[in-house]
């Protein structure tokens, strides 16, 4: 392997292969490379797209992330809505946003890739994810995927790539689906996700909780009420908070919401033990009872974006352990929602040599 070199303008080394970690997901998609100073740099960006023309000389110009959402808010395009581009319209539209995103981050294409997959029964969108991140123009020293939940529990299970030799579980918590898995020295077993239990219904109780408690006067939208749940969301020391919005004749109007958004995080989170110890579990233990137990014996790692709620780590650990009437640990990465594109960023690492 080459010498390593300065690095660039953008931290990032130029004459070896660089590690880089990517999670392509539904409503933030994550780089993860070397920041120059012997750390790792995670970029993360708004899944979206919005595209305008040049008021001078007429060409189609592209926005992406959070810039295209703010200013094109009536036409910006969320591509990966479902968790993968379904069809070829999407499919185009996240390779175009995956090249701009990687253009305006200056990773080199002499780069040593690994990427995370969602675990979801749909082939033509998991080729199609396939087809944009390995044709994109990063990854000439080598590009791998692994499960995204593998993924996300190596920085919740240690400081290296420990997981891959343990068995354990690993539950992830997306905006599209709720993944379970349980991982034998890497390899996965039983793979089970669902679209029922989301972190996109959320949102959408949360807009129905909010029109309830207050009488129908305030309707807020899905954005709104991700921000909500994100900001205000907590199993620790959730506290009533007020907004404003305006009125359609003019005017504002302030309200206060009480419990609109924790019943929302609750009904969540029941639907998601029911699903992991009513319905994964008891597959895993039908076909793999030895692995069963030793990994209900070890920390099972929860990752993904509901996973940043404050206190959802604990409360998910005890309202399992209630139904499973056991105790069972659960553990988090410091950053849930970052970890898939640590995880595969690890991995990198490795199969780079570093």
Known sequence: MAAESDANDDGIESDEPTPVGVKLGSTRTVLTYPDGNGGVHAERSLTCLATYEDAITGDEKALFGERAAAEYPDCVEYMLRSGLPEDDERAALADRYFRELLSANGVPEESAVVYAVPTMENDEGLENLTDVIESSPIG???????????????????????????????????????????????????????????????????????????????????????????????FESFEPF??????????????????????????????????????????????????????????????????????MTGEFERRLSAELDREVAVVSPDEPDLAAAEGAHRIAERLAGR
Not at 297 to 310: D, F, R, V
């Open 140 to 234: 000439a020293a080598g590009m791998r995927s692994y499960p995204e939940s593998l993924c996300g529990a190596i920085p919740a299970l240690g400081d290296g790539v420990e997981a891959v030799d343990e068995v354990f579980l690993a539950v992830n918590m997306g905006s599209t689906n709720l993944e379970a898995s349980a991982y034998r020295r890497g390899d996965q077993l039983v793979p089970f996700s669902t679209g029922s239990v989301t972190g996109n219904d959320v949102d959408r109780r949360i807009v129905a909780n909010v029109e309830e408690e207050t009488q129908g006067r305030v309707h807020v939208d899905l954005t709104t009420a991700r921000e909500y749940k994100e900001e205000h969301g907590d």
């Open 242 to 311: 007020s907004d404003v919005v305006q009125q359609p004749g003019g005017g504002s109007h302030e309200f206060t919401i009480e419990d609109g958004v924790q019943d929302a995080l609750n009904w969540y989170l029941d639907a998601a033990v029911d699903a992991v110890a009513n319905e994964f579990l008891p597959d895993l233990a039908n076909d793999f009872m030895k692995p069963y137990q030793l990994a209900l014996a070890n920390p099972i790692a929860l990752t993904g974006g509901m996973a940043c709620i404050p206190g």
